[in-house]
Each structure stands twice: as structure tokens, then as C-alpha cells.
């Protein structure tokens, strides 16, 4: 009776303690490259599964602000320079079927069998917008090679996307690592001409966004933008 409630206990601890275990190891690997408290719980799984393959936390660079020339701000996820240039992320969470042409400002999110349906903003475009902010940053920055990765979480499936550019690609984050290598495989290194000038910029985006006041700024950058306020009904 005895063995038998030392073994009940024995798989019970297991049981807890291994989760925990991974639990504390995972955020133990975050904190290597940005606060528990900094963007969505996708974007945390996205940098576990770069580190957990190998991708170095020095080169991950995780919700970044950057400032452009007129005034405006652009909040990119996730950023990674690699030898074959610099990877920029963009972390969607949809449920249900997306449709979406490369070329259009809006895709369709379809719920319900068909019978519920939202438009979003084509984060192709999205993220183009991003590697465009990135390129103003300087001479170095413009003449990089480019790779735009949209990475959708949450039970999602992609049903019919049209005229995907070169360099972007739409994927699953079981797939993530394919991609990564994809990249690796088919191009050659980039020509940097200052990693450390890379570093610091990236660095510096970082820094301004885990400002709070550059936050609310960058907000209030997308309402003006969308201009809802003024619309009348």
C-alpha cells in the first residue's frame, strides 16, 4: 500500500513539476530578449520558438517603434538580422478562413461557415510599411535585402491568398523553421557594410518602443490615420 501511494505521488510531481519546470525555462529564455509584460502572447511564442532553434537573442529585436520623416511612427513586431539579410515579423491572431489579394488594402476573415465575415488590413502591406520605415534609417538600411514573414497563430487557415510578392512569405508557426531556412538556402549573404550601426538602430527602436508616452503617440498615429473621428452619420 505504502509503494503504491509513493508511486502515486512520484507521477504526480512529475506531472506538475515537469510543466513548471518548462514553464520557468521558457521564461527564463525570454527574458534574455524582452520584457514578459511587451507585446501579445504570439509574439512571446514566436521569439521561444527562434531561440529554441537557435536563432541568437542578440539578433532578436522585439516590438520596436520607429520614428519617420513625417512625423508618424511604425510599431513592427519583430525584427531579426541574418547574413542574408534583415527578417521582418508581423504576428497576426485570426480564428476561421482568410482570403486576401497581395494587391488589395483589405482582406476577409470568414467565421462561421461562411456566415460571419470581417475585413482586416492586408498585413502584406502592413509589413511592407515596416521594411519601408526600416530602409529610411540610412544608406545601409536601404540597400539590404529584405524578407517579409506573417506569421498567423490561433486556429486559422489560410484558404486563398493571390499574388504574393517575392521576399514574403505567409506561413503557420509550425512551418516558421522551414521558411528560416528557405531563406538561407536560396540567397546570399547580405552586403552589410556596420552590423553595429544595424545593432543600434534596432536597439534604439526598442528603447522607444517600450516608452509608454511613444506608445499612446503611436496610437494616436493610427486614429488619425483611420480618421473615424471624422466621420459624421
Not at 501511494?5 to 512520484?10: A, E, F, R
Not at 557594410?193 to 527602436?205: H, Q
Request: aromatic share 8%; proline share 3%.
Amino acid at each position: 500500500m505504502a509503494t503504491t501511494y509513493l508511486i502515486i505521488v512520484s507521477v504526480l510531481a512529475l506531472a506538475i513539476g515537469i510543466p513548471l519546470l518548462l514553464k520557468f525555462k521558457n521564461l527564463k529564455l525570454l527574458k534574455t530578449v524582452t520584457s514578459l509584460k511587451r507585446g501579445t502572447k504570439s509574439e512571446r511564442k514566436l521569439i521561444l520558438t527562434l531561440l529554441e532553434n537557435g536563432t541568437p537573442s542578440q539578433a532578436i529585436f522585439h516590438d520596436l517603434i520607429l520614428e519617420k520623416r513625417n512625423g508618424k511612427t511604425s510599431q513592427i513586431d519583430l525584427v531579426v538580422p541574418t547574413k542574408e539579410g534583415i527578417i521582418v515579423f508581423e504576428v497576426k491572431d485570426y480564428s476561421g478562413w482568410i482570403f486576401g489579394n497581395c494587391t488589395h488594402t483589405r482582406w476577409t476573415q470568414v467565421l462561421a461557415y461562411g456566415n460571419v465575415k470581417h475585413r482586416f488590413y492586408n498585413p502584406v502591406k502592413q509589413n511592407a510599411n515596416h521594411i519601408s520605415a526600416l530602409k529610411n534609417q540610412s544608406i545601409q538600411f536601404k540597400n539590404i535585402p529584405y524578407f517579409s514573414i506573417i506569421v498567423f497563430y490561433g486556429d486559422s487557415e489560410i484558404k486563398e491568398i493571390d499574388y504574393v510578392p517575392n521576399g514574403t512569405f505567409l506561413v503557420k508557426p509550425t512551418r516558421i523553421i522551414e521558411v528560416l531556412n528557405l531563406i538561407k538556402k536560396q540567397n546570399k549573404p547580405a552586403a552589410y557594410t556596420d552590423k553595429k550601426e544595424i545593432v543600434r538602430v534596432l536597439k534604439n527602436a526598442v528603447k522607444i518602443g517600450e516608452n509608454v508616452e511613444n506608445q499612446e503617440k503611436h496610437i494616436e498615429n493610427i486614429n488619425d490615420t483611420l480618421g473615424k473621428d471624422r466621420i459624421f452619420e
